[in-house]
């Protein structure tokens, strides 16, 4: 387990600022790697900016300004952003750098040498009116996979699906908007399916991807891997191919190259392939990425670095995007909230990282940005449970008994309550390292409770007045060892307030092994308490109104994601309210309102298994894109194998009551066609992502 760690985050890309949706990612990694720092492993954080493509050097263009500088303004303000939000990585470099073009070149050169890259004439969109050719983000049209209409020429935003921008449907210049015309130049192409067989097996080791990520990423295995345009036809910022004036490689060639290039701006050459990116480097890394970019990330990089004969990615840890109101928040939808607004509101980045860290797994789930579970999250669980018991159990210390630690309570419920702390404590450990934040913080709030039981229960103020002042001595300094231990564990979520609790706590270093591995009492007697500050605050409703100036009812909380039925409101119909009642619709006939409270979502099953006893059920583990999956029970198992199921994309009705069948709790129910005598099909929706509504 001595092994170098490298983990990094997506890079973000430099032409614009950081909103709250870039956060989750980057809290998460960060989060992670404060952890194993913590453990005293060794660990790099490598992290850089992606400066290059046709965006760029369009909006630079546009702000009269050369692509380089464009670009390098916008990683200046995102660096401090990611500062003051506290992630604290070990570099942030960028893709624009001459140890990115020498990376590029080589991995390419190596490829080529392979026998890997194929040049070849393709067809490409031209724009006849802004006389160029259209790079993937220029040009839009319908997916040709999922039918989603406005997406990119690269991949569907709903479906999550790459592909050639010729094969676009209606498409058009998101320049002008006129409909582009096919041109032919030679171009670059990585023969991925060189790579199937290696992907195949790659892609199913033990740990590189979460098994909901690694059954989409098989389908599009056996569907086919098709060759990668690796290269773009000038005018374009980036790098030029060697020996093709006027080619350069596609952005996302360099991109994840930035990776290593990073990691040898940091430390070297030798040592960036020697420790961790060299076929033979005993190093484990770990990309952290949004489930947005898994083509790239668990197909096209391995596979290039792979080819390369590089150290390929040991885990892709996926994480799922920040919704508010069911849909995933983004620019092109509006409502985004950048890093600096939510900061120059007055609110608070740890409390921002306490409720990302209390909603976020190792699955790709969904985090939706509700203000009550926020409300929740911070003021009921960080605040009013773990700052307060510290509050309540160091304020009494240090007054009466002059901030002085003594020997802890010994008696038989002071040794249950540090039994309970150790061993929740090897939970919160366990969870830390499978990266199961909301585990971790969730038996850090559960720790939290028993302590304020404790403490209330032996009410150490009432023995101070009774004159036992030895004994409400020996239960404060219990309770100064279980603060330590709840600072130990919030150390990776709040670096800043637990350096003051750290202080506060006579400057014993936090260290999870003393509380994992047991022993003595953290505290040694005679350990003297520093200034008392509060460990944080309640989040600030006034704040959070004027950043989400939406109703909250429209928000789902993970915690009940079953919403209530609520009438449909587009546009269209509130309009047709005001102007009109509609007339009551015949016996038999539902009106549309009615049809839309009925909330159709694709489900991706991740398990199924039979019920004892219950010969035509199956219980049912599904993904709706939300916090965590449902269990659903489905009449089925006449019909169906549990294992044929996994995989499957189905439809469910999200907004159904919950029902308890033969004592499971189903929470939805799934479309099929079929029955009474004949063969049931359940209804299917392969490759739209889940929880999409189904209309
Ligand atoms: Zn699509
Ligand atoms: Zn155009």
Redesign the pocket.
Same mark, same amino acid.
């Given at each position: 387990m001595a092994k170098k760690i490298l983990v990094t985050s997506a890079l973000p890309y430099a032409n614009g600022p950081a909103h709250l949706g870039h956060l989750v990612e980057y809290v998460q990694t960060d989060v992670w790697v404060r952890f194993l720092k913590l453990t005293g492993r060794d660990v790099l954080y490598v992290w850089a900016s992606d400066t290059h493509g046709a965006p760029i050097e369009i909006n630079a263009a546009k702000n009269g300004m050369t692509p380089d500088a464009f670009a390098e303004q916008w990683r200046g303000r995102q660096k401090q952003d990611f500062e003051d939000f506290l992630i604290g990585f070990d570099t942030f470099y960028t893709t624009n750098s001459p140890e990115n073009r020498k990376w590029a070149v080589e991995i390419f050169r190596r490829l080529k040498a392979g026998g890997h890259i194929e040049e070849k004439p393709l067809e490409q969109w031209y724009c006849e009116v802004d006389e160029r050719f259209l790079p993937d983000r220029f040009v839009k049209g319908t /997916?040709?996979?999922? $039918?989603?209409a406005d997406?990119y020429g690269d991949v /569907?935003?709903?479906?999550?699906?790459a592909y050639a921008s010729t094969d676009l449907r209606e498409p058009y210049c998101s320049l002008c908007r006129n409909p582009p015309v096919r041109r032919t130049s030679n171009h670059f192409f990585f023969q991925l399916e060189h790579f199937r067989d290696f992907l195949a097996e790659y892609t199913s080791r033990e740990g590189v991807l979460h098994p909901a990520i690694r059954n989409s990423v098989k389908g599009w295995i056996e569907g086919g891997l098709h060759d990668w345009c690796i290269s773009r036809d000038g005018p374009y910022f980036g790098f030029e191919i060697p020996d093709a004036p006027g080619k350069y490689f596609y952005v996302w060639l360099d991109a994840p190259v930035g990776y290593l290039s990073s990691t040898e701006h940091l430390v070297g050459e030798s040592r960036a392939l020697g420790d961790y990116w060299g076929s033979e480097a005993d190093s484990r890394i770990v990309h952290f990425i949004g489930k947005d970019i898994v083509y790239f990330h668990a197909l096209f990089w391995p596979a290039m670095l792979h080819a390369a004969g590089l150290h390929v990615p040991d885990r892709i840890q996926v994480h799922g995007m920040l919704t508010l109101g069911g849909e995933k928040l983004s620019k092109s939808r509006g409502r985004m909230v950048t890093a600096r607004e939510y900061l120059d509101a007055g609110l608070d980045a740890e409390a921002l990282r306490w409720f990302y860290a209390s909603n976020l797994g190792a699955g790709p789930y969904d985090v939706p940005l509700a203000k009550d579970e926020i409300r929740n999250r911070v003021n009921a669980e960080l605040v009013k449970t773990l700052a307060n018991f510290v509050a309540r159990a160091l304020t009494p210390l240090k007054k009466d008994f002059d901030g002085r630690v003594a020997i802890p309570a010994d008696d038989q419920v002071s040794r249950e309550l540090w039994a309970r702390v150790l061993e929740l404590s090897g939970k919160i450990h366990q969870a830390y390292e499978a990266v199961e934040l909301r585990e971790a913080t969730q038996a850090l709030v559960q720790l939290g409770f028993e302590a304020n039981k404790y403490l209330q229960d032996r009410a150490p103020w009432s023995k101070r007045k009774a004159g036992d002042l030895e004994g409400a001595h020996a239960d404060l300094s219990l309770c100064a060892n279980v603060a330590w231990a709840i600072g130990t564990w919030l150390a990776p979520i709040l670096p800043r307030s637990t350096q003051r609790l750290a202080a506060m706590l006579g400057g014993v270093a936090f260290d999870p092994a003393k509380l994992v591995a047991g022993g003595d009492f953290p505290l040694p007697p005679g350990t003297t308490l520093g200034e008392l500050s509060h460990l944080a605050s309640p989040i600030d409703d006034a704040k959070l109104e004027q950043l989400w100036p939406e109703p909250d009812a429209e928000a789902a909380a993970p915690a009940t994601p079953v919403k209530p039925a609520r009438p449909a409101k587009t546009e269209k119909t509130e309009k047709a309210a005001v102007t009109a009642t509609p007339a009551p619709a015949p016996e038999g006939i539902i009106t549309y309102d009615d049809f839309a409270k009925v909330e159709l979502r694709v489900g991706h099953v991740l398990a199924a298994e039979r019920v004892p006893k219950a010969d035509k059920l199956l219980k049912l583990t599904i993904d709706l894109g939300e916090g965590a999956p449902r269990t659903i029970a489905a009449g089925i198992a006449e019909h169906y194998e549990p294992e044929q199921l996994p995989g499957k994309n189905v439809v469910v009705v999200a907004n159904l009551a919950p029902r308890t069948i033969r004592g499971i709790e189903s929470r939805g129910m799934l479309l099929a066609g079929g029955g009474d005598i004949g063969k049931v099909v359940l209804a299917e929706v392969p $490759?739209?992502a889940p929880g999409s509504r189904v209309k």
């Open positions: /997916c040709p996979n999922c $039918g989603a997406q /569907c935003e709903v479906c999550n699906k $490759g739209i």
